[in-house]
């Protein structure tokens, strides 16, 4: 079946520090790619996506690549800031058909000043 | 941007009694809703969809007599866990999807805190 597999947390940074969040998939087929975000009290929200190899997601500062011959989908930041601390979800989806979602556990970033 | 709201956002009963939980789409019709649950420091397990008007689809190992799902309307599905014990004690979280969209589409709530004495 599916699976994500996200580095564990809590990953600790100052303030414009480069951050990476490393994720690797198991799947059948060619599944889409996301990065969810939950900040505190909050829902998780959709921070970026890519749906085919080589694909670039972008939003916020934040990039991750779509890399099929390394089953791996990074999340990138080149500065961030104290707003970003978060918890940070890789996910797949199936391609076509029902598209259930599957999560990895969540990082927890905490930027501090 | 689409808003989906829990209801409670926790909640504390003793063992045996039962609890709903609400989930609401405010602002969009969601023709597909999910459940998920999540233990500390693991991932969101879907336990099951629903569309409304049918019936739920559970997933495997999730015990549809123990957490029963209603999804009445287009902006509201409830999951009650009935005869609760501390082992269902979790974060559930709901997210509804559009009829029109993919899984990027769906749109999560904020998560509902059981505890279970």
């Known amino acids: 079946g599916n699976s994500v597999t996200q580095m564990e947390g809590p990953v600790t940074l100052s303030e414009e520090a480069f951050l990476t969040i490393n994720c690797t998939y198991t799947a059948t087929g060619y599944p889409s790619l996301f990065w969810y975000v939950q900040y505190p009290g909050e829902g998780l929200q959709l921070l970026l996506k890519?749906?085919?190899?080589?694909d670039k997601g972008s939003n916020k500062g934040f990039e991750a690549t779509y890399r099929k011959e390394t089953t791996s989908f990074h999340l990138e930041k080149g500065s961030v800031q104290v707003s970003d601390s978060a918890v940070y979800f890789c996910?797949?989806?199936?391609?076509?058909?029902?598209?259930?979602?599957?999560f990895g556990t969540g990082t927890k970033l905490q930027v501090i000043p | 941007g689409a808003v989906v709201s829990q209801h409670p956002s926790r909640v504390i009963c003793k063992s045996g009694t039962s609890v709903k939980i609400e989930c609401r789409s405010l602002?969009?019709?969601?023709?597909?809703m999910f459940w998920y649950r999540q233990f500390p420091k693991q991932s969101l397990m879907l336990m099951a969809t629903s569309n409304e008007g049918s019936k739920a689809t559970y997933e495997q190992g999730v015990e549809k007599d123990k957490f029963l799902i209603n999804h009445a309307s287009l902006t509201l599905s409830t999951l009650t866990v009935t005869s609760a014990h501390p082992e269902d004690s979790s974060f559930y979280i709901c997210s509804a999807q559009p009829a029109t969209g993919g899984a990027e589409t769906q749109y999560f709530g904020p998560g509902t805190r059981l505890l279970v004495l």
């Open positions: 890519a749906t085919k190899a080589d």
């Open positions: 602002d969009f019709q969601a023709t597909t």
């Open positions: 996910a797949l989806s199936d391609s076509g058909g029902y598209q259930k979602v599957t």
